[in-house]
């Protein structure tokens, strides 16, 4: 038989539980997140420096980033000029400013992650050769 002593377990259990488990679903999310965000960095930067090796207009590579995704801002670090020597190179650098999207952002302070309000800076490379 049931003594009343327990009266309440569960309701304890699940005051315990609770906070791991939205930290475990926060924590997919918020990955999930910063992963979509880290292949469309990537992508863009591929994009960029595929822009800079056809076209070899100085801003070729910005505009083709901007139409990928307006929120990137990219660095041209080489493009390919007029007439590129064989074994050139351009390369490209995209970034992007994540902001966490739950409040697990702010236990990414402890990790180094910033903390929640702060965001993060995903960067993305594309290096393509020059088309000689």
């Known amino acids: 038989m049931n003594s009343g002593r327990d009266r309440g377990a569960a309701a304890v259990e ?10 475990v679903l926060f924590g997919i999310l918020d990955f999930g997140l910063l992963l979509k965000a ?3 960095v990537t992508e863009a930067a591929r994009e960029g420096a595929r822009a800079a090796t056809v076209d070899t207009r100085g801003g070729a590579a910005a505009a083709r980033v901007a139409q990928v995704d307006s929120a990137y801002s990219t660095s041209v670090v080489s493009a390919c ?4 020597s064989p074994g050139d190179t351009a390369v490209i650098t995209v970034t ?4 966490w999207a739950t ?10 992650g910033g903390g929640y309000g702060t965001g993060l800076t995903v960067r993305g490379t594309g290096v393509m050769p020059c088309r000689a």
């Open 14 to 23: 699940m005051a315990f539980l609770l906070p791991l488990l939205l930290l």
């Open 38 to 40: 880290q292949i469309g």
């Open 81 to 84: 000029g007029a007439d590129p």
């Open 96 to 99: 992007y400013r994540y902001d």
């Open 103 to 112: 409040p697990v952002g702010a236990l990414a302070g402890i990790f180094g």
